[in-house]
Structures are given as C-alpha cells and as structure tokens.
C-alpha cells in the first residue's frame, strides 16, 4: 500500500516502501541535507497492511522485512536520475540557442547530435545513438521535463560530452546570466561520472578513504542537480524534475553517511545489489533466442546454455589442472 504508486496520485499520503516520505511536512524531495527530514521514518513501519507479498515468506528481517527489497543503483542512476541530467542539460543547452539559433528545435537536436558524433569519434566510442530527437529525449513541448530515453552506456557518453560542452560554451557563453547553470551542468556530470569510477573500481568492499570519495562524489551530484532544478524554476525553461528515484538515490548515499559517522572500517559496495550484469546476461540470451527455432524456443535456449556451461566448466578443469 505504501509504494511510489501514490506519488502524484494520493496526496498525503507516505509513497516510499523505505521511509514516511511523502506525507504532509516529510516530502520526498527533500534530498540535500546529510540527514533528511525523512531519515527517522524509515523501516519504522510496514509498506503493506492486510495483503502481505510474496516474499514475505523468505527469511530475512524480522523487525523490517521490507528490507529484503533492494535498490538497483543502476536503474536509479544510468537508467533513471542521470537520464534526467543529461536530457534536461541538454534540452537546455538547444532552447538557449547554443547549437544554432536558426531552425526549431528538431533541427537544433540535429545539430548537437553532429556534436556529439565528432567527441565519441574523438574519444573512439561507438554509441547505439543515431540521431537526437524530440522523442528521443521526450521533449514534446517546451513546457515539459526532458529527459534521455537511452541505454545506460550511452547515457554516460552524454554525461561526458555535455561535461566537455558545457566547458566550451562557458569559455564563449551567449548570455551571462548562463554561466552558473553551465558551469553546474560540467559539475554535475563529471560528479555523476565519478560516482560510478569508484564504484567499479572496487569489489564487494569500499575501505573508509574510498567511501568517503563515493560520498562526497555522491552528495555533488545531489546537491549540482537539485541546484539546476532551483535554477530552472525561474526561468521559461522546464527541467531537472524531481523524481523519486533521486530519493531513492538519496537512501543509499545516507547509508553510506551513516556508515562513515559510525566509523564502519569497510563498507558495502552498492553495485552488489546492481542489476547491470543482468541486463548484459539477458541481452545475450535474446540474441540466443532469435537464432533458435520459435516452436521450442525454451527448451533449445536451456539447452544450449547448459552445453556453454558445461564447456566453460570443463575448460576450468583443465586449466586447473595445468
């Protein structure tokens, strides 16, 4: 009952499995403070009252049980807040005129895709990407929240090249007045793209002096991109919506405070929770199924992940015994 369903929809009323957020004087947004107003509500109730889930009966905490559900750091970053960055950012950087200020805003996106084509030429990348759209960056009108609806690797190339961009446009900016919200896009990208530097340049433990760069690289992103939103509530331009998985965002990097004002002396790498891998898992199982025969595909797909299996397993062996 107690689920980001009602966020939008039932007002005063908690939308957050983890925390009261969402009631009257606790909002969800409230995300830059180190400790939110928020943070004492959490796991202090169940999400749920009469129609209890499934899970449930799997073991895993008495006081919360709740806490066996996850958050995915990577839908809620390269699949979720950051795809708001990098559309809202760019959207931006198209209505100020900075890719041309003759044509409307398809043949602006034109334009800026030209861009974005010669830096991942220049850094040799290979983005999915073939062009910039209005769809693509679900911009239908001016008066909407953009943002990119693209895959995760590709999401942080634009993060990459907007953070290159924003640099080149604030060394020749239009307008004055577009210097802080430049020199925040290039902030918070970089921010954004140092997050997960640390993240996967460790295993399944961060020691203190690595938590606490995850946590400062954590908490500019926060601050950067709430910062962007303030920006654009004055201006014509909509952008940089608050959503609730920067809140969720927000949960992980309390955590992380939290274990760092404890003086943890390791703490928990969140990309053990990240569905990342999966999704390449899954991704080379479709292509496996699109050469099989359709009649049997489930049979046939087992099948031959068993034969790869037991290859592997047998390669192992061998080298092993070498």
Request: hydrophobic share 40%.
């Amino acid at each position: 009952e107690r689920s980001w369903e009602n966020q939008g929809v039932i007002r005063n009323i908690a939308c957050c499995h983890e925390c009261g957020a969402g009631v009257d004087n606790v909002p969800y947004e409230d995300v830059v403070p180190d400790v939110p107003i928020w943070a004492p509500t959490r796991w202090t109730s169940r999400p749920w009252n009469i129609n209890q889930p499934a899970m449930i009966r799997v073991p895993y905490c008495d006081a919360a049980p709740e806490k066996q559900y996850k958050r995915d750091i990577f839908h809620n970053t390269k699949l979720g807040v950051f795809r708001d960055l990098a559309g809202s950012a760019l959207c931006y950087l198209v209505v100020k005129n900075y890719f041309g200020a003759v044509g409307d805003v398809a043949d602006k996106l034109t334009n800026a895709h030209g861009a974005f084509d010669l830096y991942c030429k220049t850094v040799g990348k290979s983005p999915a990407l073939r062009t910039f759209s209005k769809a693509l960056m679900m911009f239908p009108r001016l008066d909407s929240y953009p943002f990119a609806n693209t895959k995760g690797s590709d999401t942080m190339l634009l993060l990459s090249w907007l953070a290159v961009q924003s640099q080149g446009f604030e060394n020749t900016v239009l307008d004055n007045s577009h210097v802080p919200m430049l020199r925040t896009i290039r902030a918070t990208c970089n921010a954004a793209k140092a997050i997960f530097k640390v993240l996967n340049q460790h295993k399944l433990w961060l020691e203190r002096t690595c938590a606490m760069e995850l946590h400062a690289n954590m908490t500019r992103f926060v601050v950067g991109y709430v910062r962007m939103a303030s920006m654009c509530l004055n201006d014509e331009y909509n952008g940089f919506s608050i959503k609730p998985k920067l809140h969720l965002f927000k949960h992980e990097l309390l955590e992380l405070h939290e274990g760092l004002e404890r003086g943890d002396e390791v703490i928990y790498n969140c990309l053990l929770h990240g569905c990342e891998p999966n999704e390449d898992a899954m991704g080379k199982v479709c292509r496996l199924s699109r050469r099989l025969d359709s009649r049997c595909v489930g049979l046939r797909v087992l099948s031959c992940c068993l034969l790869k299996s037991a290859i592997l397993n047998r390669k192992f062996e061998q080298n092993c015994s070498l």
